[in-house]
Nanobody, 118 residues
Framework: QVQLVESGGGLVQPGGSLRLSCAAS????????MGWYRQAPGKQRELVAG???????NYADSVKGRFTISRDNAKNTVYLQMDSLKPDDTAVYYC????????????WGQGTQVTVSS
């Protein structure tokens, strides 16, 4: 079984920073993608950023230049450095892990709340 545990969310003022962490444990295929999704009230869940085990990254246009995703393959941990935060970034952020071995395997964390407000 696979488990993902997020941490690092909280309340920050506009322009502030947060660093989210997500540690994966269990039987994890070495070739995979880890990423962050977010869901604000009344909106659909959207991809924020993703990173492959090889280090290739992808960002939503709304966070490009402000957020940085990284990972430590040895620890199966993914990070999201969030700078210049805006009120529109307020959402529950979910960690995601995926790989493909004939079938697609998808796992989700429990979510961590990020609130950007004065």
């Amino acid at each position: 079984q696979v488990q993902l545990v997020e941490s690092g969310g909280g309340l920050v003022q506009p322009g502030g920073s947060l660093r989210l962490s997500c540690a994966a444990s269990g039987s994890i295929f070495s070739s995979n993608v880890m990423g962050w999704y977010r869901q604000a009230p009344g909106k659909q869940r959207e991809l924020v950023a993703g990173i492959t085990s090889g280090g290739s990254t992808n960002y939503a246009d709304s966070v490009k230049g402000r957020f940085t995703i990284s990972r430590d393959n040895a620890k199966n941990t993914v990070y999201l450095q969030m700078d210049s935060l805006k009120p529109d970034d307020t959402a529950v952020y979910y960690c995601n892990l995926e790989w493909y071995r004939s079938l697609k395997y998808t796992y989700w964390g429990q979510g961590t709340q990020v609130t950007v407000s004065s």
